[in-house]
């Protein structure tokens, strides 16, 4: 994962990403800004995120997904566009200033808007349509909803027989409508609601995607 931009949001939805165990990078023009940041873990580019030489250098095949979180919406929408040049298969999720614009939603695979633009909202983005981090939890518990990929290999099974991992708990059945019992079955296609501590939280996501 790249992000450009590490302001306040950009190097908290790196430190979440990271935290689940996926590689960041991250794009920052401003030296002072950078150097604020105290983490061994995320690598930190000093440089310019529309020169395309930059993008070249930290996009690789790996690469899925890049979060343009300047406070620039031409800069946004320049790193999304090049991005694609480098790997056309890359998710691309840019903040726009105009909320009112269905315009950049053409150019980009999914717009956060800065009034939405809170960590959980940028790395709900980020992480795509089918995992969605809820806003207020509290402590360090990761609460979200899930759909089940139909190549999933839960997909079809009750929860008493799935083999979900250790500090894990699925909250709701189908939907959301219903608390989950040992005999709700994992239906491919359907969301459920997940509690997971952050150590989980990756494996669920990959259980119910089935990758």
């Known amino acids: 994962m790249v992000i450009a931009g590490g302001g306040r949001v950009g190097f908290r939805v790196a430190e979440f990403f990271k935290q689940r165990g996926h590689s960041v990078t991250v794009i920052e023009q401003d030296p002072d800004r950078a150097h604020?940041?105290?983490?061994?873990?995320?690598?930190?580019?000093?440089?310019?995120?529309?020169?395309?030489?930059?993008?070249s250098n930290v996009i690789t095949e790996e690469t899925t997904v890049i979060g343009a979180l300047t406070d620039s919406d031409s800069t946004n929408l320049a790193v999304c566009l090049a991005a694609k040049t480098f790997q056309p298969d890359i998710r691309t999720v840019a903040r726009i200033t105009n909320a009112d614009d269905e315009e950049f939603e053409q150019l980009v695979d999914e717009v956060v808007f800065p009034e939405r633009a809170s960590v959980k909202t940028a790395v709900n983005a980020?992480?795509?349509?089918d995992v969605r981090t809820f806003e207020d939890v509290t402590g360090k518990m990761e609460v979200f909803d899930i759909r089940v990929a139909p190549e999933s290999p839960i997909a079809g099974q009750l929860l008493d027989d799935a083999d979900l991992p250790e500090g894990s708990l699925v909250i709701s059945?189908?939907?959301g409508e219903r608390t989950a019992t040992s005999e709700t079955r994992l239906e491919a296609g359907e969301r459920y609601i997940i509690a997971a501590d952050p150590a989980a939280a990756d494996s669920v996501i990959s259980a119910f995607r089935g990758e």
């Open 36 to 55: 604020e940041q105290d983490s061994d873990d995320i690598e930190i580019v000093i440089d310019d995120a529309t020169h395309p030489s930059v993008l």
């Open 126 to 129: 980020l992480s795509g349509s």
């Open 173 to 175: 059945g189908a939907g």
